[in-house]
């Protein structure tokens, strides 16, 4: 079945570090990549959508792009702020189901 | 901007006990869902609908039903709450294609302490 596996947890950095968010896919259908943020408090919202492999995604600062060969995609910024701190999901939706498929999440907490 | 409105925003109740959560999407949107949120479980999809007086199950369905009486207003019924069912829970809506492609806009959440 389709899948989505996130492994990093917990990334902690400092301000004006480099964020590397990475996760991997498993589908048999033509997929469509998101990445959605959750701010404490609030419901979880889009921040980028990556429909077409090697393209990028940009929005906010951040950029996304997958990989069709190695089945993964990932996130990046090249400077993260405090105010970035929140919880970072990737997530796979497919075009046989109406339904996306949510990783555990990665908790972000940049410190000032 | 889209919307989505739930309530109660929190809520405790005993085990055995009866409980309705509530949606409502002012976007126009077909599909609504709901997800509970745990820790090191992510978001788990609970049902999901894409009309009124449709239903389809999600993941983790046992234990909830669900009732979409209006495009607008989509409800989680907890008729016999157990202490497993203690978690955030988020109502979303997105337009037509579903989640697979369009964007996914979530409330605030509920949180349900079954004590």
């Known amino acids: 079945g389709d899948s989505v596996t996130q492994m990093q947890g917990q990334v902690t950095l400092s301000e004006d570090d480099f964020l590397f968010i990475n996760c991997t896919y498993s589908?048999?259908?033509?997929?469509?990549l998101f990445w959605y943020v959750q701010y404490p408090g609030e419901g979880p919202q889009l921040l980028l959508k990556?429909?077409?492999?090697?393209n990028k995604g940009i929005s906010r600062g951040f950029e996304a792009t997958y990989d069709k060969r190695t089945t993964s995609f990932h996130l990046q910024k090249a400077s993260v702020q405090e105010s970035d701190s929140a919880v970072y999901y990737c997530?796979?939706?497919?075009?046989?189901?109406?339904?996306?498929?949510f990783g555990l999440g990665t908790t972000l907490q940049v410190q000032p | 901007e889209a919307a989505v409105t739930q309530s109660p925003r929190n809520k405790v109740t005993v085990t055995g006990g009866n409980v309705t959560l509530s949606c409502r999407q002012t976007n126009s949107h077909n599909y609504m869902y709901w997800y509970r949120q745990d820790t090191g479980h992510g978001l788990r999809l609970i049902h999901y609908?894409?009309?009124?007086?449709?239903?389809q199950i999600g993941d983790v369905p046992d234990g909830y039903k669900a009732t979409r009486t209006t495009q607008e207003d989509f409800f989680l019924l907890l008729e016999l709450a157990s202490p497993s069912q203690t978690s955030l829970y988020f109502c979303a809506s997105s337009n037509w294609g579903g989640a697979g492609q369009n964007t996914l806009y979530f409330g605030a959440g509920t949180r349900l302490s079954v004590l």
């Open positions: 609908s894409y009309g009124a007086g449709n239903l």
């Open positions: 589908t048999t259908w033509y997929p469509t």
């Open positions: 990556v429909t077409t492999a090697n």
């Open positions: 997530v796979l939706g497919t075009g046989n189901t109406r339904k996306l498929i």
